[in-house]
């Protein structure tokens, strides 16, 4: 069965970096576009970043320049770095599939930026 497990989430400064990780397993990783999405307090889930099996990313524009997506298909694990964090950054954090195919989502990963 599939299974997605995030972590790595946490409390953080305005300005500072946090680093994702979303480990994968149930599917054959490396055929599968990846990507973050977030959802915070009374908004719905959208898409931060995505990255396709051939590693090409896309971006949603509140975080260009701040998030890289990245993927080790060796440990069947994407993750997101995250630099200059704001506090719009708070949400719990998922990852899944991205452009063609999706999964059950996991519990995410809180990330709570505040000074």
């Known amino acids: 069965q599939v299974q997605l497990v995030e972590s790595g989430g946490g409390l953080v400064q305005p300005g500072g970096s946090l680093r994702l990780s979303c480990a994968a397993s149930?599917?054959?990783?490396?055929?599968?576009?990846m990507g973050w999405y977030r959802q915070a307090p009374g908004k719905e889930r959208e898409l931060v970043a995505g990255?396709?099996?051939?590693?090409?990313?896309n971006y949603v524009d509140s975080v260009k320049g701040r998030f890289t997506i990245s993927r080790d298909n060796g440990k069947n694990t994407v993750y997101l770095q995250m630099n200059s964090v704001k506090p719009e950054d708070t949400a719990v954090y998922y990852c899944n599939g991205y452009l063609d195919r999706y999964f059950p989502w996991g519990q995410g990963t809180q990330v709570t930026v505040s000074s």
């Open positions: 149930g599917i054959i990783f490396s055929f599968n576009a």
């Open positions: 990255i396709t099996r051939s590693g090409s990313t």
